[in-house]
């Protein structure tokens, strides 16, 4: 199994997300300016003042997800798509919802192109997803405070990962669980950097 971005260096063991990352052609989720820059360990710019991060931390976020096959999986922020290629590689099912509507359009009609059919691709302003539930939920822009909505969204069990914290200062990565009995356990991992999630 191929390893472009040295992942198994970086603590990320989970062979299903290491083998969907090798599926997954990063270079094709990039603008062509920063193509060449596609194999770099290293967040990018993608449009709108978005950024695609860099492979590590997707590997790092996806792991501790723990997605599986029997899982439906709300992304928020779809950005350039890839995160949410990564996600189909492993899930049952991928909503994924962007506010940017340039962003949106890009990425839909790429993921469709590369033949991705269990990914439901939606604008903010959409809110069909809004009265679902989901087994797990990726956010990949950094609220302020964790969000009570998306908890109510969360399956029990269920888990959340989502950065907490302000634009341009440090943030933190949250795990959520919610266990059988609708408890929810918060635990700080590492420190990062993301654009603020917008409402």
């Known amino acids: ?16 997300v290491l083998k969907a990352f090798s599926k997954t ?7 062509k300016g920063f193509k060449s820059f596609a194999d770099n360990d290293e967040p990018l710019p993608i449009s709108e003042g978005q ?3 860099q492979p590590s931390l997707v590997a790092y976020m996806t792991q501790l997800l723990d997605v599986n096959r029997n899982h439906t999986v709300l992304e928020i922020g779809t950005g350039s798509g890839f995160q949410t290629a990564i996600l189909s590689h492993l899930a049952k099912h991928i909503t994924t919802v962007e506010i940017i509507s340039s962003l ?16 439901t691709c939606l604008l903010a302003d959409d809110h069909q997803h809004k009265s ?6 990726m956010v990949t822009a950094a609220a302020k405070d964790i969000p009570n909505k998306l908890i109510e ?3 029990s069990p269920g888990k959340m990962v989502i950065p907490i914290g302000k634009e341009h ?31």
């Open 1 to 16: 199994m191929s390893d472009p971005y040295n992942l198994k260096d970086k603590k990320i063991t989970n062979q299903a």
């Open 25 to 31: 052609t990063r270079k094709l989720f990039i603008p």
């Open 51 to 53: 950024t695609i991060s």
């Open 104 to 119: 949106f359009h890009k990425a839909k009609i790429l993921l469709l192109k590369l033949g991705y059919t269990n990914i």
């Open 132 to 137: 679902q539930k989901f087994d797990r939920i």
């Open 153 to 155: 969204q969360l399956k």
């Open 169 to 199: 200062q440090i943030q933190i990565l949250m795990l959520i669980e919610k266990d059988r009995s609708g408890n929810v356990n918060e635990t700080s991992s590492i420190p990062v950097r993301f654009v603020p999630l917008k409402s």
